[in-house]
Nanobody
Framework: QVQLVESGGGLVQAGGSLRLSCEAS????????MGWFRQAPGKEREFVAA????????YYADSVKGRFTISRDGAKNTVYLQLNSLKPEDAAVYYC??????????????????????WGQGTQVTVSS
């Protein structure tokens, strides 16, 4: 089992930046892939970014490519999501997720919530215009 705790959310002006963190515990961090999703009020949860267990491959939603960067630090058991050039439409609760079981993460299955087995509680990102 894996426990995930997000942090780093907050209020930022449009064009600003934030760095979200997700600390994992319970299983060897370097053995599973990680992803970030977000959910705005009244909308479905949507994929944002993912990174494979090795860190060698990353995947992004088209809406955040070139603005967001996902990374992981094995020494800290933490995955990060750097959010730059934030827009009001980026406002949402951001969730990290861990994929332990099932097939290896790919650019196709990374988009689906069902690929992931454990979820954090979320961190709120608010972007003012």
């Amino acid at each position: 089992q894996v426990q995930l705790v997000e942090s780093g959310g907050g209020l930022v002006q449009a064009g600003g930046s934030l760095r979200l963190s997700c600390e994992a515990s319970g299983r060897t961090f370097g053995t599973y892939s990680m992803g970030w999703f977000r959910q705005a009020p009244g909308k479905e949860r949507e994929f944002v970014a993912a990174i494979t267990w090795s860190g060698h491959s990353t995947y992004y939603a088209d809406s955040v490519k070139g603005r967001f960067t996902i990374s992981r630090d094995g020494a800290k058991n933490t995955v990060y999501l750097q959010l730059n050039s934030l827009k009001p439409e980026d406002a949402a609760v951001y969730y990290c997720a861990a994929a332990l079981y099932g097939p290896a993460l790919t650019d196709t299955n990374s988009y689906y919530a069902k690929t992931y087995d454990y979820w954090g509680q979320g961190t709120q990102v608010t972007v003012s215009s």
